[in-house]
C-alpha cells in the first residue's frame, strides 16, 4: 500500500496514517531500514501541514541520530524546533536523552531509557548496549576495588541479574564465584574499553537525510 500511495503521488492524512504505521511496524521488527524510509517520507509530509503524529516522530528521529551519533543532525534539528515542539512530552524526553549522553551520567541515561514513551526504547534498544560499555568504564574508574555485580546489573538497567552477568561474560570480565558475584573493576577496564571498539561505526541502510 505505502509503494502505491508513492506511486501514484497520494499526499492526504491517509498517507500519514500509512506512513506511520509501517514505521512503527518497522521498529517493532527491527527493520531501521524500512523505518527509515518511512520517517524521511513522514518528515516531507508533515512540512506539507498535514495531520499526524509529528511530534512522536519528531522524538524517533532525534534517538535515531543518536544512535548514529551524528552531532551535526543533531544539532541542526534542535537548531529547527519551535519553542512549542521542545515542549512536546516525547520531544523532552529524547532532548533529555540526548543531554545525559553528552554529559556522560549514565544514571540519568537509564533512568529515562526506563521511562521511554511510545515506541522510543525500540531505537535506544539499538545502542543501549554501547551506552552499557561506555558507562561501565566510568564506573570501573568510579568504584574500587569491586562492585557486586547485582549493583552494576541495576545502574546499567538490566531487568534481570543474570542478565547482566551474560552481559559482562560477553565482555571477557571475570566475575567472582561468591555467594554474591561481583567485579575486579581494574581488571574489568580494559574489557570494557576493548568492547567500546566495536560500536565505532554504525552500519545501517537507509539513512536519514
Known amino acids: 500500500m505505502r509503494q502505491d500511495l508513492t506511486?501514484?503521488?497520494?499526499?492526504?492524512?491517509?498517507t500519514v496514517e500509512v506512513y506511520e504505521t509501517h514505521a512503527r511496524v518497522a521498529l517493532e521488527t527491527n527493520d531501521l531500514g524500512e523505518y527509515n524510509q518511512c520517517q524521511t517520507q513522514l518528515k516531507q509530509l508533515y512540512s506539507m501541514g498535514?495531520?499526524?503524529?509529528?511530534m512522536?516522530?519528531?522524538a524517533y528521529r532525534i534517538l535515531y541520530f543518536l544512535y548514529t551519533r551524528n552531532k551535526g543532525d543533531i544539532n541542526a534539528a534542535m537548531a529547527a524546533m519551535l519553542p512549542s515542539e521542545k515542549q512536546d512530552q516525547a520531544v523532552q524526553h529524547a532532548l533529555s536523552v540526548r543531554a545525559a549522553m553528552a554529559a556522560g551520567n549514565y544514571h540519568r541515561f537509564f533512568m529515562l531509557y526506563l521511562a521511554t514513551p511510545n515506541m522510543g526504547g525500540y531505537l535506544i534498544d539499538k545502542f543501549v548496549d554501547r551506552e552499557r560499555c561506555a558507562s561501565l568504564q566510568r564506573m570501573c574508574k568510579a568504584f574500587r576495588p569491586r562492585l557486586s555485580v547485582a549493583v552494576i546489573a541495576k545502574d546499567l538497567a538490566f531487568a534481570k541479574v543474570d542478565d547482566c552477568i551474560k552481559f559482562l561474560?560477553?565482555?571477557n570480565?571475570?566475575?567472582s564465584q561468591d555467594e554474591l558475584p561481583s567485579v575486579?573493576?581494574?581488571l574489568a577496564y580494559?574489557?570494557?574499553v576493548a568492547a567500546m571498539q566495536i560500536y565505532e561505526k554504525v552500519d545501517i541502510k537507509g539513512q536519514i537525510y
Open 7 to 14: 506511486v501514484q503521488r497520494i499526499t492526504n492524512s491517509f
Open 50 to 54: 498535514l495531520p499526524g503524529h509529528a
Open 56 to 58: 512522536e516522530f519528531l
Open 169 to 171: 561474560a560477553e565482555l
Open 173 to 175: 570480565v571475570a566475575i
Open 184 to 186: 575486579d573493576m581494574k
Open 190 to 192: 580494559p574489557h570494557a
